[in-house]
């Protein structure tokens, strides 16, 4: 956890990102986060290990990717850089390290929960996210 009990995971940009490609699925916003998905799933593709959750959250990636791409083939380029500069302005305002989030505090989580196959991390990170997660322990 960081400063004011905020679980790391709720401050992963690809969470962000996931709730916009919701949103431009269902034309709630105009633009796509289609180039940022693309630059994140690259970068979920060179830290993959072989589990269930990584192979689930690359084949996440790529299915948004797909979904945004024949719905609307646009960059936004300028939205995309605008949102990003928008998520590290409340990584600032919450006085965190974005280069901390990613190299200290979110490998740490998944060391922690490298056990956990991908339907446990949906229902862990999206719980968390919402306010709602209780642990559920392994029999």
């Not at 936004?76 to 600032?92: D, H, K, R, S, T």
């Not at 490998?107 to 996210?129: A, C, G, H, T």
Request: hydrophobic fraction near 45%; glycine fraction near 2%.
């Amino acid at each position: 956890m960081l400063k004011r009990k905020i679980h790391t995971q709720n401050l992963a940009y690809c969470r962000y990102l996931q709730i916009w490609s919701i949103l431009k699925l269902f034309n709630l916003v105009q633009s796509s986060p289609l180039i940022s998905l693309s630059v994140v799933s690259i970068i979920h593709l060179i830290n993959i290990g072989c589990s269930s959750k990584r192979i689930g959250i690359l084949f996440q990636d790529y299915v948004l990717i797909g979904l945004i791409y024949s719905k609307d083939r646009q960059i936004y380029i300028y939205e995309n850089i605008f949102v990003f500069l928008a998520y590290l302005q409340f990584l600032l305002i919450l006085r965190v390290n974005f280069c901390k989030l990613y190299i200290k505090y979110l490998p740490v989580d998944d060391k922690k929960y490298e056990m956990e196959n991908y339907i446990q991390y949906l229902y862990r990170i999206w719980s968390m996210f919402f306010g709602f997660y209780k642990k559920i322990e392994r029999t």
